[in-house]
């Protein structure tokens, strides 16, 4: 019963670096997402794949990359740290072909950029 | 276009009294709507799902919820609080167009139990 699973739950990055979080699904979904969660901002999308090699920005893409390996995993990349991407990120995944908006999100990566 | 508004940013009630969380909607489509419960360090669980069958929608924990169109409303109720419901809870709308969904999360409800 893993659902979706994230990686890593806390990383702390200087101003600059570059780090990737993981997240892969097994149930089979079509859909993925990367949300972050700030206070007061509520969930913004930042990416989400509809299917294996397709992806898409959602409302925050800015400073972040992408990448759906396979119908599994999809991870998202900063490239060069900022402050402002302190943030609670969540993955999440869907199943389109039984279409009822439910997400299923992992645990959450916290990532702090000083 | 679609929006969700929760009316509350915090709820605090107390242990035994009954609990109402407040979400109003707004979409152009037929949406599906969602609550979702979130406890502290810890990701969203689904609480409960309106999808055009039944207006009055059960969850988990006792939790239920009722789709009212003429309202644009998706209130979350339940009739006695425990001190394991504090959390944040989010309402979410959902629409499938144009071969794609479009899923708005709304900012918020934190709820506080006192005992």
């Known amino acids: 019963n893993a659902g979706v699973t994230q990686t890593p739950k806390f990383q702390v990055l200087k101003t600059g670096q570059s780090m990737t979080l993981q997240c892969a699904q097994d149930?089979?979904?079509?859909?993925m997402y990367w949300y972050r969660q700030d206070p007061g901002m509520g969930l913004r999308l930042i990416y989400y794949?509809?299917?294996?090699?397709?992806?898409d920005k959602g409302e925050v893409p800015n400073g972040y990359n992408v990448s759906r390996l396979n119908k599994r995993e999809f991870s998202l990349r900063l490239e060069s740290a900022a402050p402002s991407q302190t943030s609670v990120y969540f993955c999440?995944?869907?199943?389109?072909?039984?279409?009822?908006?439910?997400?299923?999100f992992g645990e959450g990566s916290r990532l702090t950029v000083l | 276009a679609q929006s969700v508004t929760q009316l509350d940013s915090h709820v605090s009630v107390s242990e035994g009294t009954p609990v109402l969380l407040r979400c109003n909607y707004s979409?152009?489509?037929?949406?599906?709507l969602f609550w979702y419960v979130q406890h502290p360090n810890k990701g969203l669980q689904l609480l409960l799902k309106?999808?055009?069958?039944?207006?009055l929608v059960k969850g988990i924990n006792g939790f239920e919820a009722e789709f009212k169109k003429s309202e644009t409303s998706f209130h979350l109720t339940k009739p006695s609080a425990h001190m394991s419901d504090a959390a944040e809870y989010l309402c979410?709308?959902?629409?499938?167009?144009?071969?794609?969904?479009?899923?708005?999360f709304g900012s918020g409800t934190r709820l506080s139990i006192r005992p």
């Open positions: 999440a995944s869907s199943d389109d072909s039984a279409y009822t908006g439910e997400l299923f």
């Open positions: 149930m089979n979904h079509n859909s």
């Open positions: 794949s509809a299917s294996e090699g397709t992806t």
């Open positions: 979409s152009s489509y037929s949406p599906s």
């Open positions: 309106y999808t055009s069958a039944a207006t």
């Open positions: 979410v709308v959902s629409a499938w167009y144009s071969s794609a969904s479009k899923i708005i």
